[in-house]
C-alpha cells in the first residue's frame, strides 16, 4: 500500500504519514497537500520537501536495476509544465495541476547527457500518478478534504513520451517497458497527458510523473 506524506500548505513542513483506506483509496488531509510514495519505494526520515523527493526517486532508480537515469516532476509548481502548449487544464502549486474533459497536459523539454550507444536512450519505463480530491463542506461541520488516488489503469488519462523534443511520441501505460525506435530516440525528453473521458467525466489530477532509461 502507498503511503500519503501530508506537507502544510502554510510552510511545507511534515505533517506526518498516512496510508489510504484500503476500499476508498483516500486519506483526510485538510490543511495538507501530498507527496505520496509507492510501496516498492523507500523512504527513511526525510528532513525536507527536498530530501523526501530526492529519497523517492533515487530508490525508485534503485528498485529498477535495468535503468541508470531518471527525469521527473512531482508538479509542486508549474516551473516544468509547458503552459503555452497545455490546454484544458488547472495549473497551479502543492497538488492543483489538473486536466479537464478533452484537456492536454504538456510537459517543458528536459535536456540530458547521454553516454550510452544510439543518439538516445532505446528502453525507457514511465510511471505517473492520478488522483482526486473529495471535498465535504456542510453547514453543520468542518470543511473536510480527502485525498483519494485513482489507478491509472482506471483513469481517462493517457500518457505519450517523446525522447526527440516533440518530433516523434509513443503512447506508454504505467511501469511497462517500452523501446524506442532509432527515428524517436534523442536527448530532449517531453511527456504529456491527455484526458480522453467524455465531456460530462470529472477532472483529474496528475501528481508526478517519473521517466528511467
Do not use: C
Amino acid at each position: 500500500m502507498s503511503s500519503f506524506y501530508l506537507l502544510s500548505l502554510f510552510n511545507d513542513s511534515l505533517s506526518h504519514v498516512v496510508n489510504p483506506d484500503p476500499i476508498t483509496n483516500d486519506a483526510e488531509i485538510t490543511g495538507n497537500y501530498v507527496i505520496r510514495v509507492a510501496d516498492d519505494v523507500v523512504v527513511h526520515n526525510p528532513t525536507s520537501v527536498s530530501d523526501l523527493l530526492n529519497q523517492k526517486h533515487a530508490s525508485m532508480l534503485a528498485s529498477m536495476g535495468l535503468f541508470g537515469q531518471i527525469l521527473y516532476d512531482d508538479l509542486l509548481d508549474v516551473s516544468g509544465v509547458n503552459t503555452a502548449s497545455s490546454t484544458g487544464v488547472t495549473l497551479g502549486s502543492k497538488g492543483m495541476i489538473s486536466l479537464f474533459s478533452g484537456g492536454q497536459l504538456v510537459s517543458s523539454p528536459s535536456g540530458f547527457t547521454w553516454s550510452g550507444s544510439g543518439s538516445g536512450p532505446s528502453d525507457a519505463m514511465m510511471t505517473w500518478e492520478i488522483f482526486t480530491y473529495v471535498d465535504t463542506d456542510s453547514a453543520s461541520s468542518a470543511y473536510i478534504r480527502k485525498y483519494q488516488e485513482v489507478p491509472t489503469s482506471v483513469a481517462p488519462i493517457t500518457a505519450e513520451i517523446s525522447f526527440n523534443g516533440g518530433g516523434n511520441w509513443q503512447t506508454v501505460t504505467d511501469k511497462s517497458l517500452i523501446t524506442v525506435p532509432p527515428a524517436s530516440q534523442g536527448t530532449n525528453l517531453i511527456v504529456r497527458f491527455n484526458h480522453t473521458g467524455p465531456a460530462i467525466s470529472a477532472r483529474y489530477f496528475v501528481g508526478s510523473w517519473a521517466v528511467l532509461f
